[in-house]
């Protein structure tokens, strides 16, 4: 072959080659297009996956995305960002933009388009903003974050600051300003390690305006108005309803007596949450409050409904010893009246609970006076949840009438054999003769007591009675005990005792949780509450805690290590008082008696080498079995059993009246029964490996 054929030829090859030769570089990714704060937009792209036949870069742009105009070139490979700082995109023009890797010979190689994202905000004037933008491409590339982020800055602020993480294309925010100008921009970040720094941004441009909260602030809650015991004064409290950033105020009304509301106080700040009454004397009379909220922008919310204080006045009968209460009802209670609760002090001493009576009555015999003595009577208004109260003025009298000493104290209420209650009663007996005792029992409460037995006189000081139509588990049952004269007039009134109700359940954790009802009736206080546990596997109750009454009421057991005693936990729990002059330490109120139950679980594995140091035993693992109704068998494939035993605990270890079983494949059978009774069975095949 000639030279001239040579060439011809080699030419061919190089003309036929030459497209696959070059297909070795490949499209770049464009990622970003970020408007910066001068508003030239830098973008940002990776590079093509092999760079061997690289010779540049070349950026263009767009105002349409169809008529491409070129405005830079880069010529080196690890450059993978440009700034086209020809433009001002910050009046929200959108620009296109693409690169082309360009071969050695000339073959361009488009990347993908990406344009500037366009955020539009609507300012309908009334403490909203609302915005929405494009996404920066037709497809969004995987390595975009799944958030778009919102930046917000106020006139006040140095910089913008991220407020939220946005999946969609629109964002409602609440601007809270008076009259200030409110900026925002949006953010998609693009993450990849082949671009520079790791990342790039797709940043909207800023949009700004004033905006104005002319929206009337959801009303406050008026909880309750009270008279503080202690000062006498008159307090209101309440809770917001809406965000704090909202509240600069609570005005504060009263009802004149001409039926105006008139404020008379400004209460600043979301952090305060009551206000005392300067001025107005609770015993003066009725009054009556309202509050509204001021905002931030000074909008006012429309006037809660209106709340009353309470006043108490009575009637007091010498021959009964009773102080006839009377009072007005509570008004506008916050979710609802639930009841009224009476207490009194005496000589100065701590309030002490009397009694209770429904929403609908305002009258009350408060019995029991004792002469020569001065008393304090409130009122508390409770709703239905228990959770909010008012207080009513004190009611003062001095009860005058002749002393007699007779006394009744209740010395404990105790479960026994977790079937009946026993009470037991210390009275002035020994010294001071009655005719008669009578024993009352209420059923939940402290309220609603009927007359279950009388008991007469026997010239010592205890009495004792034990109630059998009791539900020990599910009820507590309150007493109470009276002292009777020849003239059917009481002489004394014990304080009210009740039972101790336990309840509890196991849980998943393995855990044990008890509760059980305060015993807080006698005078010296509860010392302690022992808590007391029973396994399955044992004949009597061991005590595992003893708890201080301010910690008490909630007892959790982490049974996790006892998996081995079976799944019944039997628990009672013993109220210990601090002696005194009317309670040693043998006056002692026990609960009844719980069962709380853990679910057993069971796990089988398939294969075991008698012959090696771990997992030489086959046996189930068994967590909280019963030992009762356990059954665990291992028979040949012919049907020879080899295996029994009903311990939970307790494998095979491959062996068959004194000598090693063959290796082969073996049948168990597990069964056993849950704790509500539902059977639980096992069948399988285990492999005996030596």
Known sequence: MNCKHKILFFSFLLFFFLPFISKALNEPVLHCAQIEVNGNVKISWTHSTDMSDFSKYVVYYSLDGVTYTYFQEVTTADVLSATH??????????????????????????????????????????????????????????????????????DWNYDFVFIAGVRGNSYVDTAIVCGDQVSYHVVLSSVSPNLIDGNCKNRSQVEKDTFYDRNQPIQPTLDSVSINFANNRIGLGWTFQNDTNEINAVIIYYLDDGGFWVDIDTVYGFHQTYWEDPDRNPNDGVYRYRIALLDQCLNASTMTTQQNTIIVTGALDVCTRIAQLTWNAYESMRNGMGKYVIYYSQDGGPLQYSGEVNASSTTYSLPGLVPNTTYKVIVRAVNTSGMITATSSAFEFLFEATETNDFAYLKNVTVVDNSYIAVNVLTSGDTLPFAYSKWYRSVGNATNFSLIRTQSYNGGAVYSIEDHDVEVEKQAYYYKVELINECDAVLATSNISHNIVLTGEGTDAKLNNLQWLSYGTWDEG???????????????????????????????????????????FIY???????????????????????????KPTTYIPNAFNPAREYNSTFKPINSFVDTKNYLFTIWTRNGQMVFQTRDPYLGWDGTHEGKNSPMGVYIYHVKYLYPDGTPYEAKGMVTLVR
């Open 85 to 154: 700082n020809t433009i001002d995109a910050r009046d929200g023009t959108q620009y296109y933009y693409r690169v082309d890797a360009v071969s050695s010979a000339g073959v361009a190689y488009p990347s993908n388009v990406v344009h500037t994202m366009k955020l539009q905000l609507v300012n309908p004037n009334n403490g909203l903003a609302l915005l929405s933008w494009d996404a920066p491409a037709d497809v969004l590339l995987p390595t975009y974050s799944t958030n778009y982020e919102v930046y917000r800055k106020f």
């Open 572 to 598: 009672y729990v013993v109220a210990i008082p601090n002696p005194g002059l009317l309670n040693p330490r043998d006056d002692m109120s026990v609960s009844n008696q719980i069962t709380a139950k853990q």
């Open 526 to 568: 509860v010392s302690t509450y022992a808590v007391y546990r029973k396994l399955q596997t044992d004949t009597v109750f061991v005590k595992i805690d003893d708890l201080v009454p301010e910690y008490a009421m909630y007892y959790s057991d982490d049974v996790s290590e006892l998996f081995e005693f079976g799944s019944d």
